[in-house]
């Protein structure tokens, strides 16, 4: 089989392929969010730092004006004084706290409302000149951040800046900037990036061998049935595909694949049967026929000798035509080819009228034949066929019941069905017997009669069958037989 056509590769690929989709999407919503996470850290960092750093100077800066007391200055003056003492206590505490171990990455910038450096922590050669544009939308009041790439002397670094105003009496008294580079950032999301660029082939790649490992177990009964089902011919039809006890589709399909296999071996084991009985039915009438035509053959033979064989002969022609008949038929009503021709009918009159035809025979042998009915019995029904059915019935019944016998037909209504039973006095049959004599060609004991074929009563059968009908059989040697037919009707 070629590889890119068989389902373990298809499973295979189809995982990969489903995994493939869903581990990128997963990354990608994976990095935006944990790169958004990053970002988001970093601004509530720069944020609280700028607080806390604004906070500070204003604690040192009320405590040195508690120490110094002008509190009778101007407010002019007050805001020179303050200006000086304000830059003292800025620089102060950003020279003690840029010690601090958890701002040892931030950049602080404090500037006055001029825009002038009041204090800066010293680092900040990597933090660009805030810019004229920036520096006013702050000092109206609204704090920012800014994502700045600036080059210096430690390489090229982009960080992240928080400007914020600090208010006094609603006034912007000065401004704090703070800034972070994003290089733990950058760094953070290249790692994740290269884990999940690593495990992504990884992955799919070990998907795929699973894939293709479980397809293959999955798959395996398959194979068998494959190679067994190869082997499989016409002569060996008793070999039986493997049926796994995995309680699944692929053991569903063996156990159909094996009723079929043996419904086959039915079929094809009755077919030979049929060709080596036919061919066996056919040899007695062709060797008789032979053995007439050789001793008519020998001398010649009066008048009288050659009438008494030609007659005999035509006899054996006759078998031989009746049994090609009756083959025909049975093939026919076994293929379905023809089914019944069906009409409205009265089953009844039927059946006396297939009496009546055999009333010559019984006759000839003293048998009295008597027929019951209640009323006429309507059904859809193939005239030919049903009144065969019975004449094949009544010949049987006539056939096996020694002469000055009984024969009794009665035909009555139960439900929406006909019943009919035949019923004679005759040889019966043994028990044992009577599950086979609806077989083809099998005569109970072909000693007691020479001229049927053993074809009459699975014709009748069929006929009955396609009718929706069944038909039973009780009997007990030297009582007598009782054949009952159930057929359904039309009116009830
Ligand atoms: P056949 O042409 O030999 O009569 P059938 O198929 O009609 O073939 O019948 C099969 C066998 O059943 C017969 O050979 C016969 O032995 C037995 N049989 C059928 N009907 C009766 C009956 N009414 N009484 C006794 N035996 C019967």
Redesign the pocket.
Known sequence: MILYKSIRFKITILYMAILAVTLTSFSAILYHNVSRGLYNNMDTLLKSRAGGISRAIDTYWEASRLESPDVAISPDALRKRRNVNFANIAQRWVREESKDPALVDIIVQVFDTDGAIISASKNTQDLAEISRKNFISVLQGRSRFDTVSSRSSSGKMTLRIFTTPVFENDKVAYIVQVASPLTSIYIALNNLKVALFILFPITVLATGLMGAFLAKATLRPVDHMIRTIHQITAENMKLKVPVPGTKDEIQKLAETFNTMLERLDRAFTSQRQLFEDLSHELKTPLTILKGEFEVILKKIRSQQEYEVILKSSLEEVNRIIKLAENILLLARLDSKEVSPQKAPLDLTALIRNAANNMKGLSELKEIAVSFNSSSEIMMDGDEAQLKAAFL??L???I???QPKGRIEINVGKGGPFAQIK?E?T????PEE?LAH??DRF?????S??S??????????KSIIEAHNGTIA?Q?KPSH??I?TISLPISVY
């Open positions: 094949n019935m010949d049987n019944a056939k096996y019941t035949i004679d005759g040889i019966g049959m017997e004599i609806f099998y005569r109970v004991d072909k007691r009669n001229t049927g074929f053993g074809l009459g009563l699975s014709i009748t059989v009997s007598g037989t054949f």
